[in-house]
């Protein structure tokens, strides 16, 4: 059952993320350049993060930069992070990133700096196959804005757990939980969520005997979605 005030959802989400954290311990990622944030997000989409660095590291030993990337062109790009899998989709979309920053010079996200977060979402949006999630990853990851992403975990978790409706779509979560999250708290809550959906609350037979949060959870003894 969903939380019936903002307020009661607010204090569910600190609730859940003070739980999580003392079991799976603070939140921590390291700090990249926005537009490597950028990048790692879209090799990162629908493969495992061992996939998603392996093409990382390639793409490091194999270009002096973005501007080498932009100038060599799709056939290398793709051979080169093809362990990321969807190499054609994402070369292009890495590719079409590169000449929509790189039209006054080395391609670069310094500028989004200086722009308010719903800006700089927007900026990034505009950019065709940069999605809602993907801008907020590096917001949040990148820019250390207040911007919670919401992936395939946050999602599937968010609904169990009531704090959206069961039909929200990663859009209208996103909305949500950027409303009722502490802004102090969305990264911690976004890491928190994603460790416990890959070990405990997975989207197939979730273990809920086991679950660390099964005495605030609504769905406990859930198979699927
Ligand atoms: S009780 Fe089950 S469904 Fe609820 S959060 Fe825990 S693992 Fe997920």
């Known amino acids: 059952m969903r939380p019936v005030s903002p307020e009661a959802a607010t204090r569910l989400t600190e609730r859940i993320e003070e739980e999580l954290r003392a079991s799976y311990g603070d939140a921590r990622k390291p700090r990249l350049?926005?537009?490597?944030?950028?990048?790692?997000?879209?090799?990162?989409?629908?493969?495992?993060?061992?996939?998603?660095?392996?093409?990382?590291?390639?793409?490091?030993?194999?270009?002096?930069?973005?501007?080498?990337?932009?100038?060599?062109?799709?056939?290398?790009?793709e051979q080169t992070i093809r362990s990321a899998g969807l190499a054609t989709q994402k070369s292009e979309t890495i590719l079409r990133v590169l000449e929509a920053l790189g039209k006054k010079g080395v391609p670069s996200l310094d500028h989004l700096r200086d722009l308010p977060d719903d800006r700089a979402l927007d900026y990034l949006t505009s950019i065709k196959g940069v999605g809602t999630k993907t801008a907020a990853c590096v917001l949040c990851f990148s820019l250390g804005r207040p911007v919670m992403p919401v992936d395939t975990h946050v999602h599937r978790l968010a609904k169990r757990l009531?704090?959206?409706?069961?039909?929200?779509?990663?859009?209208?979560?996103?909305?949500?939980?950027?409303?009722?999250?502490?802004?102090?708290?969305?990264?911690?809550?976004?890491?928190?969520?994603?460790?416990?959906?890959?070990?405990?609350?997975?989207?197939?037979?979730?273990?809920?005997?086991?679950?660390?949060?099964?005495?605030?959870?609504?769905?406990?003894?859930?198979n699927g979605d």
């Open 162 to 222: 009531g704090l959206v409706p069961p039909n929200a779509s990663p859009e209208k979560a996103h909305e949500i939980l950027n409303e009722i999250v502490a802004p102090d708290l969305r990264f911690s809550l976004h890491i928190q969520l994603i460790r416990h959906g890959r070990s405990t609350c997975r989207a197939r037979r979730p273990e809920c005997g086991r679950c660390e949060i099964a005495g605030i959870c609504p769905r406990v003894g859930v």
């Open 33 to 77: 350049d926005p537009l490597d944030e950028l990048i790692l997000t879209i090799l990162s989409q629908n493969t495992s993060d061992v996939n998603r660095d392996r093409a990382w590291a390639n793409l490091q030993e194999s270009y002096a930069g973005w501007d080498e990337v932009r100038a060599k062109g799709r056939e290398p790009l």
